[in-house]
């Protein structure tokens, strides 16, 4: 397996632009994370989903983050309208089992997001 | 509410020398723990867990101490090589609650 995808690597945008962020799970997991880390508050944990259903989003930092995980192999973070504070590296990652020693998680190399 | 503290933003030693990483957790009901290690411009990777149910586990040259008294657990890495300059991510879980703490970067100096 290629191990958890990102795309893209890298996105420059402007500010009040939409971006999508996407991610392909390791196939199996039933678990898949969005992740933002920032110097200030390291790793955050945005929203999970099992079994492509959101689990908990209390992560999610207002409604302009929306996340979606329509199959098994493939979901999307969406910030709408982007704002410059949203600059930051977004990972994705899954598991099989959220949690305990089923739970290591398997991230993705991430997004390095850059809102100007 | 950071649930699980990483106190230390960085650390440096000599290569050879022991390298001692900490992270204290407020949540008593955590009963997983685990340790992620990041390179730059990398994701990062599973390095070593413990149950609740101990107080030690080793992997070579990485051991993972756990004192659940003092919500307390340390990751130490003897002998330290360059190679183990990172960012070393802590976390802990209850059931479906992963949290992590912010990282300590170690640099580890030849």
């Known amino acids: 397996d290629a191990g958890v995808i990102q795309s893209p690597r890298h996105e420059v945008t402007e500010m009040g632009q939409e971006v999508t962020l996407r991610c392909k799970p390791i196939s199996g997991h039933d678990y898949l994370f969005w992740y933002r880390q920032t110097m200030m508050r390291g790793l955050e944990l945005l929203i999970y989903f099992n079994n492509n259903v959101p689990i908990d989003d209390s992560g999610m930092p207002e409604d302009r983050f929306s996340a979606k995980m329509p199959n098994a192999s493939f979901s999307t973070l969406k910030i709408q309208p982007s704002e410059p504070r949203d600059s930051a590296v977004y990972f994705c990652a899954s598991s099989l089992g959220a949690g305990g020693p089923r739970g290591e998680q398997f991230f993705g190399p991430g997004t390095r997001l850059t809102v100007l | 509410d950071q649930q699980v503290k990483q106190n230390s933003p960085s650390l440096s030693v000599q290569e050879g020398r022991i390298s001692i990483l900490n992270c204290d957790y407020t949540?008593?009901?955590?009963?997983?723990f685990l340790w992620y290690k990041k390179y730059p411009a990398e994701g990062p990777t599973f390095l070593i867990s413990?149950?609740?149910?101990?107080d030690k586990n080793e992997d070579g040259r990485f051991t993972v101490f756990l004192n659940k008294s003092a919500k307390h657990l340390s990751l130490h890495i003897v002998p330290s090589q360059p190679g183990d300059s990172a960012v070393y991510f802590c976390?802990?879980?209850?059931?479906?609650?992963?949290?992590f703490g912010a990282g300590t970067r170690l640099t580890v100096k030849p």
């Open positions: 413990i149950s609740s149910i101990k």
């Open positions: 976390a802990a879980s209850e059931g479906n609650d992963m949290r």
């Open positions: 949540n008593s009901m955590f009963d997983y």
